[in-house]
């Protein structure tokens, strides 16, 4: 994980988006213990304090558990809505690119003719890598 | 916590400690090297105690606070949880270890080697008028810690140590010898050499203040300084210091003035029956008037000051003192005062008279005349042989300083080729036309005599035997016409007293008549006030067993004993009686001892009453009489205590 | 969250120039505050006021509830500070150094000490005027977390140090934080540390906090980096 510290979206923010996108994805399954509060704060160099608000604000919301002393896991309930909210964040994040080229007065037909070339473009470099 | 800081010291000061002790190791190893050479041995004692030790003193102390200015640990050391005042402390703590170590060094030595001790050519420090005590140089010592305060002191105001050191030496050695200038001085009392064992540790108190003054003001300076701003320091540490100093020379002259200095009290009294006692103190003259209960200061001196020559008569007293302007200029000077303290005037002395009187030739006896008005001098001119002796010895000097007299000289009195010839002036007898002396000389055959000097004819004249030998002579009557002598005839011949009337020139032999023949007056007379009756002590011889001891009252007119009372059987409270009449010549008082009180006996020698002795008072030595109050001396402890002999009260008056 | 230091109305003067000037700022404990301002304008001075090592010209320090004033001693055993000039005995062995400091605090934990030498690979026996600047800030971490601080000063330690040396130290802090939840005043000039860890910011300038707010709420008022807020805010006004 890396945050950058001079974006303006809050670091614990940044935090809970890692998270959540790794259970979208896939690389976090339910019941997989998270690192400690310590471990990444360290491993990232940011203020524990700020990791734990990350921690506090996902268990609010349902997407992981913490038990006192054996540390946090992804909570159970993520598995059946997986499909879903993979969908829901891809959504969330296009709808964030839109909101931007927006913001540039970009028409609709300009936006889906940068989306399809930075389409082409990320086919090309995944040829020439191996997968 | 403060174990850390005290070790740390240690572990920073380590190198100049050695070093400091390797230098010390030196110098003693060479005493036993020079074992043979006694001077070489001297000088490097002297080189140890005046040169080792206090450099040695003021290079530990320059490097108090050296590490942290040179390893720039200020900011680390005060955000330490340590308090300020601890951290002084520590470092001066060690400090002194150190020094205490190099002493400990030397006192082994001082130990180990006897002959060391006993170098007593110390001739510097003699020269400067210092007297060491005979076996630890206490003043080396304490000298050593007061240069290693004043330097720590300062070592915290700069970080370059070579500053410190020559700041500390110029302060650290200055200020003491300052402080015995002022002691050389006439504004210091000439203390220094009027009364030394005064002036050590006067000294030496001095010392301890004026460490104090520096360290105080080194603590609340670190303590309180803003260590941001520049000169902060240096200002605190001066704010606090001055009045600090300040406190240490004030303490100073109160040491000085007022601790009790065994020999610097003197009590030198004498009592007049006009119902008044004069007295002479380091402090002055005084006189007690019984009637009122008080005690007036006459004629403030310092210690120094008051010549052993006084007398009153008439209304006025003369008494000589001493003019020290400087210890090569000292003069003696007579001064003559009435008796309420008034009129205080300069006959004789610095400026007054001064070539009319000869030099090198000082006051032994002054007499006033009954009258108040002229004043009798013997001067120590007769003591010189008589070729040396360039001027007569008798001289009279009117009180109210307008003449002075140089009476001629009698040969027959004064002109004794014998070794040793004492002479004094007695009393001015016959009203006021002349003066009795009595003259002692030596060696043997030793003799007494009394003489009589008319003051008109200017001759003298001898009344009494050259060939019979006085103990004692009693102090005139009260009418000023009779005087007691105890004398015997021959060296073996039995003490007898006589009574001598100046009005017609006849002996009467009291004792070793038909009417006292056993024994003979062991205790000074004591006139009853109207002059006809006379109380003494007599001294008998038993048949088998220690003498005895009487009282007695004897009749001058009747010529015997009146009354009789067997005392103590010890002599020596025997000898300490002094009985003396009061005022009104209704009783006698004597001082006993034994009974540790005075006792109070009616004319017929029945005990009326005692009074103790107050818990107070050392052992009582002599006893006066004035008015109804007594007068009673210490000589142990040089004090003067009076007892209202109706309200049985006493007072302390000196 | 409970009230740990307020200061009231401090200020002081150097010579006639104020320095700070009716400064306020009460610190919660548990949380970290960055202390912004330019070289020279009292950040150095607020820290060494607090560790009494120089006296205020007015106002009024409390530390949990109690006030403290120049010569106390005791509050200090809880406080750590890690100053800009590394300010040790240069003479003393790193091992002499945290001996003799172990002595001033009740709560000195040796083992820590020593792990943390092992780990920032100080030599107990090298001198402390032999190490690097990266060294000796590390070293005065070290000493100062040792003693288990309730409250923990830096003062621009990481100035002039490079990027993996301050990322090091920066980690450090971390972990402290982590397992002990001490409360931390950053001062520094330099942001980009500040960035990550503070949760408070505060910002000096002409003597007094200009700025006392959460980071957070800045960041999203401002909506821009923190080297640019803290360029704007003081900025001379022309």
Known sequence: MRVDASSFIPIYEQIKKDIVRRVATGQ?????????????????????????????????????????????????????????????????????????????DLGESAILGLFEERLRRNADRRKRRPA | MFRALYFKEWKEKALL???????????????????????????????????????????????????????????????????????????????????????????????????????????????????????????????????????????????????????????????????????????????????????????????????????????????????????????????????????????????????????????????????????????????????????????????????????????????????????????????????????????????????????????????????????????????????????????????????????????????????????????????????????????????????????GGRTARMLLDNAVTASWLSPISPDGELLAVKYQKGLKGPWQLAVLDFRTMATTDITGSAAEPQGQVSSQISWEPKGTRIAYVSRRKQAEGPDVYFLVVYSLTAQKSLAERRMTKTEGAAQLYAPSWTGDGARIVVLDREANGLRIFGPDLNETERIAFPPRMGPPYGLTIVGNHALVQDNVTDSLWRCDLVKKTWKRLY | MSELLRIQHLSKNFGRKPVLKDFDLTVESGRVYGLLGRNGEGKTTLARILMGVIPADGGEVSYKGRRISFGDSAYKREFGYVPEDPFFYEGMTVRVLLDFNARFYPRWDRKRAASDLERFALDPKSRVRTLSRGMKLKLGLAVALAAAPEFLILDDPTSGLDVPTRQDFLRDIIRELAASGTTVLFATHMVHELERIVERLLVLHGGRLIVDEDFEAVKARYQASLEDIFVSLVADKA
């Not at chain 2, 400067?128 to 140089?137: Q, R, Y």
């Not at chain 2, 310092?302 to 008569?313: I, L, Y």
């Not at chain 2, 209304?315 to 003069?331: H, L, N, P, Q």
């Open chain 2, 17 to 455: 400690f050695f070093f400091e002790m390797g230098i010390l190791v030196l110098l003693i190893l060479a005493q036993f090297v020079f074992r043979e050479k006694k001077d070489i041995q001297e000088w490097l004692i002297y080189a140890v105690l005046m040169l080792f030790f206090p450099f040695a003193a003021l290079i530990l102390g320059a490097a108090g606070f050296e590490a942290e200015y040179r390893q720039g640990a200020w900011a680390y050391l005060f955000s330490r949880p340590v308090g300020r005042g601890t951290i002084w402390l520590a470092k001066f703590a060690a400090l002194l270890s150190m020094l205490t170590a190099l002493w400990l060094v030397f006192a082994a030595l001082w130990a180990a080697a006897p002959g060391i001790r006993e170098i007593r050519a110390w001739p510097m420090l003699g020269k400067a008028g210092l007297t060491l005590e005979s076996v630890i140089p206490w003043w080396s010592i304490l000298l050593s810690v007061f240069l290693l305060t004043v330097a720590f002191s300062l070592s915290l105001l700069h970080e370059r140590q070579f500053n410190i050191l020559f700041v500390s030496i110029g302060a650290g050695l200055f200020l003491p010898a300052a402080v015995w200038a002022v002691m050389n001085s006439r504004a210091g009392g000439f203390m220094a050499w009027l009364s030394p064992e005064r002036a050590l540790p006067t000294f030496l108190v001095c010392l301890v203040l004026v460490a104090l003054a520096f360290a105080a003001a080194s603590i609340l300076a670190l303590a309180k300084s803003d260590f941001s701003q520049p000169r902060n320091l240096t200002f605190g540490f001066v704010r606090w210091f001055v009045p600090f100093l300040v406190l240490a020379l004030a303490g100073t002259a109160a040491w000085a003035l007022l601790t009790p200095v065994p020999g610097g009290r003197y009590l030198y009294h004498f009592a007049f029956s006009q119902g008044d006692a004069y007295y002479v103190t380091h402090r002055g003259v005084f006189k007690y008037s019984a009637a009122a209960d008080r005690v007036q200061w006459l004629a403030k001196g310092k210690s120094f000051g008051f010549g052993w020559a006084m007398d009153s008569s008439g209304g006025k007293i003369a008494y000589t003192a001493y003019d020290i302007k400087s210890k090569k200029d000292i003069e003696e000077v007579l001064w003559v005062v009435n008796a309420d303290g008034s009129g205080r005037k300069k006959i004789l002395g610095r400026g007054v008279r001064e070539n009319e009187w000869p030099q090198d030739v000082s006051i032994m006896n002054l007499l006033m005349s009954p009258d108040g008005a002229k004043v009798a001098i013997l001067s120590s001119s007769y003591r010189n042989k008589p070729k040396a002796r360039r001027s007569p010895p008798l001289w009279l000097a009117y009180a109210d300083g307008t003449r002075l007299e140089s009476l001629p000289d009698d040969p027959a009195l004064f002109g004794d080729a014998r070794a040793y010839c004492w002479v004094r002036l007695v009393a001015w007898v016959q009203a006021g036309t002349s003066v009795l002396l009595e003259k002692r000389t030596s060696p043997s055959p030793s003799s007494f005599s009394l003489w009589l000097y008319d003051l």
């Open chain 1, 28 to 104: 976090l399954k339910v019941h997989d213990p998270l690192p400690s509060i310590r471990d990444l704060a360290t491993e990232i160099i940011v203020n524990p304090n700020t990791v734990a608000r990350a921690y506090r604000e996902l268990e609010q919301d349902g997407l992981i558990t913490t038990q006192k002393g054996r540390g946090s896991f992804i909570a159970g309930r993520a598995r059946p809505d997986a499909e879903n909210d993979l969908n829901a964040y891809l959504g969330r994040v296009m709808d964030e690119a839109i909101a931007e080229a927006r913001k540039f």
